[in-house]
């Protein structure tokens, strides 16, 4: 990874949450020296590692592991009206759409990541191998546990446990 960012806090926030997500720079030198950076995540799709690359022309791509090409993920714009002469003399409107650029390299790393976590993290949640449990998942077997009384014998034991404390201090 290039260090030319550090003591950017907008830098040193994404690559804390890069670290926090397991995602790593597999750039290779050719890359590096084309403005180019790529991303690795922590899981695979059809058996290969999904990356993406940040590029110097202002793209950020998938790297083509999950499909047969390379695609742009930058957000779609419409492009400046076209107009196109028909036979009968009038005039025709065309609209299109291109990728919005992103210039600046930090600004292209935050768009990513919140596409990556939006698309890929959050999609995929269930393929990643952490002890993480989301709080609504969490608040759901604490509603069962209560349903089921189990949370009151829990707290008899505490209260029991307690009693047993304060006679054994009162005898000592």
Not at 19 to 34: C, F, G, K, W, Y
Not at 70 to 84: A, G, L, S, T
């Amino acid at each position: 990874m290039t260090t030319i960012y550090k003591g950017d806090t907008r830098y040193e926030k994404i690559k804390e949450q890069m670290d926090l997500l397991s995602i790593t720079d597999v750039t290779t030198e050719r890359q590096v020296l084309n403005g180019t950076i790529v991303w690795r995540m922590p899981f695979k799709a059809r058996g290969n590692y999904i990356e993406y690359g940040s590029f110097s022309t202002g793209y950020v791509r998938n790297q083509g592991n999950q499909c047969h090409s390379n695609w742009q993920i930058n957000k779609r714009v419409d492009d400046e009206p076209r107009y196109f002469e028909l036979p009968n003399g009038d005039y025709r409107k065309y609209v299109g759409k291109v990728c919005k650029m992103i210039p600046i390299e930090i600004d292209r790393l935050e768009y990513m990541m919140k596409y990556v976590i939006k698309n890929e993290f959050i999609k995929r949640a269930k393929l990643l191998e952490t002890d993480f449990v989301p709080k609504w998942q969490y608040d759901n077997l604490r509603e069962t546990v209560i349903d089921h009384g189990v949370d009151m014998h829990v707290k008899d034991l505490e209260n029991k446990l307690d009693t047993i404390n304060r006679i054994s201090n009162i005898t000592n």
